[in-house]
């Protein structure tokens, strides 16, 4: 698409832009995927698409937005799911991805009154802007796929700004054109007054006066009017620019692995994420607005030069020993934010901590303990803010104090001039003005060198999350070919695994296999190493030693991506989110109709309970499920995942607060709906896993049984043991 502008608009809008023709929702999907991956460059995955489509189509699924933006995030491309008011269909960013009619299509610009649609029955096709606005009815809803940029070797600096400057180039020389015209306008009334002082004063010129001043009324007018645009302007990208940049910070948090939450408290990364907003701020606020007042300082230093060389340089004098104090105070400054942002951070975390276990704060009566505790974190915090405080306006008073001399030396100097007659009086009060406009800005230096230091101290803190290698999206991973539709044979060849560098492994040395469609019981005491090695799989952990199969594949040389939407998991602390219980049963599928939702209900035993609430399956969940019991939090996350279809499944230890009856039904449930699936059942509860196909025990860390509830009594080794102690 780089072609020169001239050869550009030669060519036929088939030739600029990508099309490929489908006819029926799999064929159609495809076309759009195929679409925007050759608009954006990426590598198109036809087969394994189609795979996915068909076995969405298979289960009744609809062809929907969110379906094809996760499609494309297979794809390598970054996408984002959004409404605007039809209205504002012109600000959308191409290409965009929506449903016209029912049928999806590519949104790829605009020229003049028209829309350039890529659709995969009419090929590229111009649609009146008004007559598509009808179309689409009153709200317009689309996905952007864009093509993820980062590599690993891009530490997090001011060059990750780059791109978000460059693609909003043209709104920033906007907003300098308008500020450059405003300048202009403000200039021009110091000099108004001038002619009014000089001139009109001194002759009487009433006549003259009125057309001075209508002058100046109707520069002011335009000045305000310049500003008021600039403002506009600046807003809307600077939100643009906050959006972008917010987004690419959470899809960086969201792939990294699970490894890097495990070592670090909520709180802490609440925190590191907060000093997004710092930046922002600064980038956009601060640093933007400072640069273009210094910029136009260069240009009423030229005017009062022209005025007076001596007054600019009085006027300037001050400067120096500002300068000295600003770089002076800057590395103290920057020691004591520094101190500032770990303190806050502790407290951030521990409060997080407090508001996360309150339950068990308020069961084991430790509230005083925790308040004393946050107490000392937060004085600490209040301390060196309080210091880092003092010395930001000690420097800013300072700051204050020598803009004022200057005022007060360009006066006391000027007026020696006026009467020596080196210079009139309205020259005086119309470089007093200007000079206003060149001190001010390089007063502020103070303020924006603070800022900037405060920044840095974010940038750290914020590359602690941006420089940390990525376990989804990166380009190694997008190389790796994707994982086929899984009939689910699992083999560990060898397999070891520690969390630490040293010390035991908490797998080790491996060995097995389990053949599609088993129902898979695993059993051991707790810390035998049951639920690690069942992280292995999705590859939450990246074994030390050995490999994994599935289906005969190597996992850890496929697309993560691939290998994790066909896996299901249901952790022991099941987390639920805010929504309606309906929601969250259809959390991966929000597309799924009311009679799937059910039947997932009804094979996790959850139908009954559910039906029981006020509200049925629309009764509101409080935060993390708080007003449902820990049984029924598990059933509606076993429910979820059923639901996903996925054609492996492992349960860990998921049903541990069941009651013995309801576990043994939902077990045998899962054993009937499995079918040709592979389930993986981690459990306490021997008596609950006794008909599976294959039953494996753990101790330490290693594999020491497996075989069938027969053959393990028949051997009368540790299984047995387990058995007899539990009383069956």
Partial sequence: HQLGILEDDLLEDDQRFPVIRGKGQLEEALAVCQMVSLFQGAPFKKDILRKILEDQFRRSKPLSLELLGRLCELLGLNCEVAAVDSKFLNSVESPAIFMLEGVPAVLYGFHKDQVIVGHPHLGIKRIVYAELQKRLGERFYFVLPRRVGSTPTSRFGWNWFTPLVVKYRQSLILVFVASLLAQLFGIAIPLMIQQIIDKVLSQGNLSSLNVLGGAMVVMALFQGILTALRTYIFADTTDRMDLTLGTAVIDRLLALPLSFFEKRPVGELSQRLGELNTIRGFLTGTALMSGLNLIFASLYLVVMLIYSPLLTAVALSTLPIYML??????????????????????????????????????????????????????????????????????????????????????LWVGMYLVLQGDLTLGMLIAFRIISANVTGPIMQLSTLYQGYQKVQISM????????????????????????????????????????????????????????????????????????????????????????????????????????????????????????????????????????????????????????????????????????????????????????????????????????????????????????????LFITHRISSIKNSDLILVMDNGQLVEQGSHELLMENDQRYATLYRQQGQ
């Fill in 460 to 679: 750290e803190r914020l590359a602690d999350i941006i420089d940390e290698p990525a376990e989804l999206s990166n380009k190694e991973d997008l190389d790796q070919i994707p994982l086929p539709l899984i009939n689910g044979n699992i083999r560990f060849e060898n397999v070891s695994f520690r969390f630490g560098s040293k010390g035991p492994f908490q797998v080790d040395n491996v060995n097995l296999q389990i053949n599609a469609g088993d129902f898979v019981g695993i059993v051991g005491q707790s810390g035998s190493g049951k639920s690690t090695l069942m992280k292995l799989l999705p590859r939450l952990y990246n074994p030390n030693e050995g490999r994994i199969f599935v289906d005969d594949y190597d996992i850890g040389k496929v697309n993560l991506s691939s290998l994790r939407r066909q896996i299901g998991i249901v952790p022991q602390d099941s987390l639920l989110f805010e929504g309606t219980i309906a929601d969250n049963i259809s959390l991966n599928d929000p597309q799924a109709s009311s009679d799937s939702i059910i039947e997932a209900a009804k094979i996790a035993c959850a139908h009954d309970f559910i039906m029981s609430l006020g509200q049925g399956y629309g009764t509101p969940i409080a935060e993390r499920g708080g007003n449902l019991s820990g049984g029924q939090r598990q059933r509606i996350a076993i429910a979820r995942t059923i639901l996903a279809n996925p054609q492996l499944l492992i349960m860990d230890e998921a049903t541990s607060a069941l009651d013995y009856n309801t576990e043994r039904q939902l077990c045998q449930n899962l054993q009937d709906w499995a079918d040709t699936r592979t389930v």
């Fill in 325 to 410: 104090i600003v770089f002076g105070v800057a590395p103290i400054f920057k020691w004591l934010i520094r101190r500032r942002a770990v303190a806050q951070a502790k407290t951030q975390s521990h409060l997080i901590e407090i508001l996360g276990g309150i339950q068990t704060v308020k069961a084991q009566h430790f509230e005083l303990t925790a308040r004393w505790k946050w107490q000392d974190r937060y004085k600490e915090m209040v301390n060196q803010g309080f210091r880092a405080t003092t010395l930001g306006t000690i420097s800013g008073v300072t700051g204050q104090f020598l803009s004022q001399l200057s005022g007060l030396l360009v």
